[in-house]
C-alpha cells in the first residue's frame, strides 16, 4: 500500500492536514526545511507545488511562488531532487501538485519512473480534467503512486461519480468556485456541498481553496476528511522576515490548525 | 467542465434556431457592415509583375475595423440566449477587447476586459475607446503582462464567477467548444469570398493567404475551402527578428505539441515545459500558442505554414499604403509580405486571396517608433 493510501485508509481519528509548499521557494533550501517542520508540526500529507509559468488555477500567492521559484532556476529535475532530500527525513507522503506541460516537456512515462523512484506518492493535476487523464492514471498508480482528482462546487452528479472512481486513494474537493487564495468566506453553499460530497463519495477527501485559519479549516472538517492548506503559507512566507523566521511562524501556524482539526 | 458543458449543449441547441440566425445576420449586415468587399489590388499587382492576381477580403471595413466583430457578435447572442448578464474578455493588441466593449454597449450588458499592463501602455488608443464604450478594462500585472497572461486572467475570473459570466474568447484557442465557435462565427468570411469569387473572377482562387497568431481570420476565410483540394491555403506566423532569432511567435514552425489555456496543440515552450514568451511586432500574432485546428492541419498537410518576419511586415504596410491606399493592420501585413517576398512561386495568370483581417490605423504608433513613415 502507498503512504497515501494508508494515510487515506484512516486508521487515526483526526482529520487530515495537508500543507502545500512551493519548491524552490523562496529557496530550495528553506522549502526542505518547511517540509520537514511541516512534518514534524503534525502534518499528513505534503503538497509540493511544481512552479509553472502559467499557473491558471491559481491566486495571486501560488502565482507570485512559483514565478520566484522559476526565477530561482527551479524546474522538475531540482523538484525530484527535493523529494529525493526529503525522503531521507520524514515519512509523510509527498504529492506534487502542477500543471500537465512541464511532465509532458519531461516525457510522461520517464517522469513518472523518475518520481516512483525519487519516493513520490501522488499526483495532483489541476490541468489534467478526469475526462482526460485516464492513461496518466494508470501509469501512476502502475507506479505505486495515487492520483488525486479535483471536484468542485459546479460538478455534475455524473462527474463527482466519474472523478470518485478514478481518484486512487482521496478526492481533492475545491471549495469554492475560482482560485486558489486566502480570506474567502465560506457560505452555508459551502456547507451543503461539502455535505453532499461526504455523502456521495466512496473515498475519502480533502478540502482546499481558500483555507486560512484554523477557524476554516475546522468549520470545512465537519464534512471534509482534511484541509490543504497553500496560499496562507506563502503569505506567511513572504511576510517573514527573514528564512529562519518564516519556518519558525509556518510551524506554529501548522500547529494551531492542526490543534483545531 | 461544467461551465464547457453547458456552453456545448446551449451552442448547439442555439445555433439551429431559426431566430438566431435572423438576428445574426441582421446584425452582420446592419452593424458589422457585411458582406465585406472582395477587392482587386491593381497596382500591388503590378508592382509584383503583373501577377500573380492580388484580391483582398475587405476585413478591414467592418465596424471597429478588424474580423473580431464576427464573433463577437455571435457569442453576445449565445450569452444573451444563455442568460448571462456579465461578460469577459481578454485582449492583446486591444481589437478584441474593443469588438467585444462594442457589443456589449450594444446589447447594454456589463464588460469586464483583461488586458496586460504592459500592452495598456503599448496599446493607449484602444483601452480609451473600451473605457468610452463602457467596459472595465483591468490591468494585468501577473507573469510577462501580455496576452497569455490576460488570457489567465480571464479563464481565473470565469471559473470564479461562472454561473452569472459569460466568456467571450477572441481567437480559435482555449478548451472545446470555443475552437469550434469561433470557427463558425468567422467562416462567414469565407463563405462570402467563395461566393464573391465565383461571381467576380467565375472560378475559385489559386491560393488564400492569411496571417496566423491564434489563427481565427485564418481559419474563417479557409474553413469553406477545405475541401477544395486545388485550393492551397498558406498561413503566415509572425517570425519576429527572425525564425531562428528565438524571438518570433512562429509556434506552428518552431513550437512542439502542449498544453495551455485547455487546449492541446503547438506551443512555444523551453526544455522545462515553462512557456517562453513570444515576439512580434505586431502584438495581436504575440501568442504562444495557436488553435489547434491548425496544429490539425498542419499535420495533414492541408495547409502550408510560412512566415514573415518584423521588418518584412512594416515594409508590407507601407508598401500596401502606398500604393493601394489601404492602411493594413501589421497581423494582416505578414500574409501581404510573404507574397511579395514569394510572389515568383505563382504564375501571373493565377489569382491569389489575402485576408485583410483588419486596419492599421491602430498601429501607427509602432510604425512610427520603426523610423521613418515615408519613403
Known amino acids: 500500500m502507498n503512504r497515501v493510501a494508508e494515510v487515506a485508509a484512516g486508521t487515526r481519528p483526526e482529520k487530515l492536514l495537508v500543507p502545500f509548499f512551493t519548491v524552490g521557494y523562496p529557496d530550495l533550501k528553506t522549502t526542505i526545511a518547511l517540509a520537514r517542520s511541516a512534518a514534524d508540526a503534525g502534518a499528513d500529507i505534503i503538497e509540493l507545488g511544481m512552479p509553472f509559468s502559467d499557473p491558471l488555477a491559481d491566486g495571486p500567492q501560488i502565482q507570485h511562488s512559483s514565478q520566484a521559484a522559476l526565477d530561482n532556476g527551479i524546474g522538475l529535475r531540482s523538484v525530484l531532487d527535493s523529494v529525493r532530500k526529503l525522503r531521507r527525513h520524514v515519512s509523510v507522503p509527498l504529492v506534487l501538485m502542477g500543471y500537465y506541460n512541464p511532465l509532458l516537456a519531461y516525457g510522461e512515462d520517464r517522469f513518472l519512473k523518475a518520481a516512483a523512484t525519487a519516493g513520490v506518492d501522488g499526483f495532483i493535476i489541476p490541468d489534467l480534467p478526469v475526462e482526460e487523464g485516464a492513461g496518466f492514471k494508470t501509469k501512476v498508480e502502475s507506479g505505486g503512486m495515487s492520483s488525486l482528482f479535483l471536484v468542485a462546487p459546479t460538478s455534475s452528479p455524473q462527474r463527482i461519480r466519474m472523478i470518485d472512481k478514478n481518484s486512487t486513494d482521496l478526492v481533492y474537493a475545491v471549495t469554492v468556485t475560482g482560485v486558489t487564495g486566502v480570506g474567502r468566506s465560506f457560505s452555508a453553499d459551502t456547507d451543503r456541498y461539502l455535505r453532499s460530497l461526504k455523502k456521495s463519495l466512496s473515498k475519502r477527501f480533502v478540502a482546499g481553496f481558500g483555507v486560512s485559519s484554523a477557524e476554516s479549516a475546522r468549520r470545512l472538517t465537519r464534512y471534509a476528511d482534511g484541509v490543504v492548506i497553500g496560499s496562507a503559507l506563502v503569505k506567511i512566507i513572504r511576510e517573514a522576515s527573514n528564512r529562519k523566521g518564516c519556518v519558525r511562524q509556518v510551524s506554529r501556524f501548522l500547529g494551531d490548525i492542526r490543534r483545531a482539526l | ?375
Not at chain 2, 39 to 48: C, G, I, K, M
Not at chain 2, 140 to 147: C, D, F, I, K, M
Not at chain 2, 251 to 265: D, E, F
Not at chain 2, 272 to 284: C, E, N, Y
Open chain 2, 1 to 375: 467542465m461544467y461551465a464547457l458543458d453547458e456552453l456545448t449543449q446551449c451552442y448547439r441547441k442555439i445555433k439551429r434556431q431559426a431566430a438566431f440566425k435572423k438576428d445574426l445576420k441582421e446584425l452582420l449586415s446592419t452593424y458589422v457592415g457585411r458582406p465585406s468587399p472582395l477587392y482587386f489590388a491593381a497596382r500591388l499587382t503590378e508592382h509584383l509583375g503583373g501577377g500573380p492576381r492580388v484580391y483582398f477580403k475587405r476585413e478591414d471595413l467592418n465596424h471597429t475595423g478588424a474580423h473580431k466583430i464576427n464573433n463577437t457578435i455571435g457569442q453576445i447572442l449565445l450569452a444573451r440566449y444563455m442568460g448571462k448578464k456579465r461578460i469577459i474578455a481578454e485582449t492583446g493588441a486591444g481589437q478584441h477587447g474593443l469588438a467585444t466593449a462594442t457589443v456589449c454597449a450594444r446589447f447594454g450588458l456589463e464588460c469586464v476586459i483583461y488586458m496586460g499592463a504592459e500592452d495598456i501602455e503599448r496599446q493607449a488608443p484602444n483601452v480609451d475607446k473600451m473605457r468610452l464604450l463602457g467596459a472595465r478594462v483591468i490591468p494585468v500585472e501577473s507573469g510577462s503582462q501580455t496576452l497569455k497572461d490576460a488570457t489567465s486572467e480571464a479563464l481565473r475570473d470565469w471559473v470564479t464567477n461562472v454561473r452569472s459570466t459569460f466568456y467571450i474568447i477572441g481567437s480559435v484557442v482555449g478548451p472545446h467548444p470555443y475552437p469550434m465557435i469561433v470557427r463558425d462565427f468567422q467562416a462567414v468570411i469565407g463563405r462570402e469570398a467563395k461566393n464573391q469569387c465565383l461571381k467576380q473572377l467565375k472560378r475559385l482562387p489559386h491560393a488564400i493567404i492569411a496571417c496566423v497568431g491564434g489563427g481565427s481570420n485564418a481559419i474563417g476565410i479557409w474553413e469553406p475551402f477545405l475541401h477544395e483540394t486545388k485550393v492551397k491555403l498558406i498561413g503566415v506566423e509572425a517570425a519576429g527578428y527572425g525564425v531562428n532569432s528565438g524571438r518570433h511567435a512562429a509556434t506552428l514552425m518552431k513550437g512542439r505539441p502542449g498544453v495551455l489555456h485547455g487546449s492541446y496543440s503547438f506551443l512555444i515552450y523551453d526544455h522545462d515545459g515553462q512557456i517562453v514568451l513570444p515576439h512580434s511586432v505586431s502584438a495581436g500574432l504575440d501568442y504562444p500558442g495557436v488553435g489547434p485546428q491548425h496544429s490539425h492541419l498542419k499535420q495533414s498537410g492541408r495547409v502550408t505554414y510560412e512566415s514573415a518576419t518584423d521588418k518584412q511586415a512594416v515594409a508590407a504596410f507601407k508598401l500596401t499604403s502606398r500604393l493601394e491606399g489601404i492602411i493594413p493592420a501589421l497581423e494582416s501585413s505578414h500574409a501581404i509580405a510573404w507574397l511579395v517576398k514569394h510572389a515568383g512561386s505563382f504564375r501571373k495568370s493565377q489569382t491569389v486571396l489575402i485576408c485583410l483581417s483588419g486596419r492599421g490605423d491602430k498601429d501607427m504608433g509602432i510604425i512610427s517608433d520603426w523610423g521613418r513613415i515615408a519613403p
